[in-house]
Nanobody, 124 residues
Framework: QVQLVESGGGLVQAGGSLRLSCAAS????????MGWFRQAPGKEREFVAA????????YYADSVKGRFIISRDNAKNTVYLQMNSLEPEDTAVYYC?????????????????WGQGTQVTVSS
C-alpha cells in the first residue's frame, strides 16, 4: 500500500482559501488515482474531488464544484486540493485517499489507502 500524509489544514474565515497537500510514499504514485474526502462531526465521510493517475481528468462533488481544484505532481508524489471561497459548511477533517488503477471512484470503501486527515475550520 501507499502511505499518505496530509498537511495544510487550519482555521480560515469564510471567503478565504487554503491549499491542502498529500504526500505519498511506498509505491509508484502514478499508478494510483487519488481522491479527497471530508468528514464533519456526526456525518458520514463524503467525496470531495478525485483525479486520474496522470491528472488528465478530475471529478468534483457538486458542493465544491467551481470553488475547489484538485491537482497532482507525480514528480513530487503529491496531490493537492486548492480550496477557494470557503464556507462554514466546508468545516471538516479532510482525508486524501489512493486507489490503485485507472478507474476513479467516489465511494470511500473503494479506496485502498488513507491518510490521517487534516482539520479545516471555516469561521463565519
Amino acid at each position: 500500500q501507499v502511505q499518505l500524509v496530509e498537511s495544510g489544514g487550519g482555521l480560515v474565515q469564510a471567503g478565504g482559501s487554503l491549499r491542502l497537500s498529500c504526500a505519498a510514499s511506498g509505491r509508484t504514485f502514478s499508478n494510483y488515482a487519488m481522491g479527497w474526502f471530508r468528514q464533519a462531526p456526526g456525518k458520514e465521510r463524503e467525496f470531495v474531488a478525485a483525479i486520474t493517475r496522470l491528472g488528465t481528468n478530475t471529478y468534483y462533488a457538486d458542493s465544491v464544484k467551481g470553488r475547489f481544484i484538485i491537482s497532482r505532481d507525480n514528480a513530487k508524489n503529491t496531490v493537492y486540493l486548492q480550496m477557494n471561497s470557503l464556507e462554514p459548511e466546508d468545516t471538516a477533517v479532510y482525508y486524501c485517499a489512493a486507489r490503485l488503477g485507472a478507474v476513479v471512484k467516489t465511494t470511500p470503501g473503494l479506496f485502498d489507502s488513507w491518510g490521517q486527515g487534516t482539520q479545516v475550520t471555516v469561521s463565519s
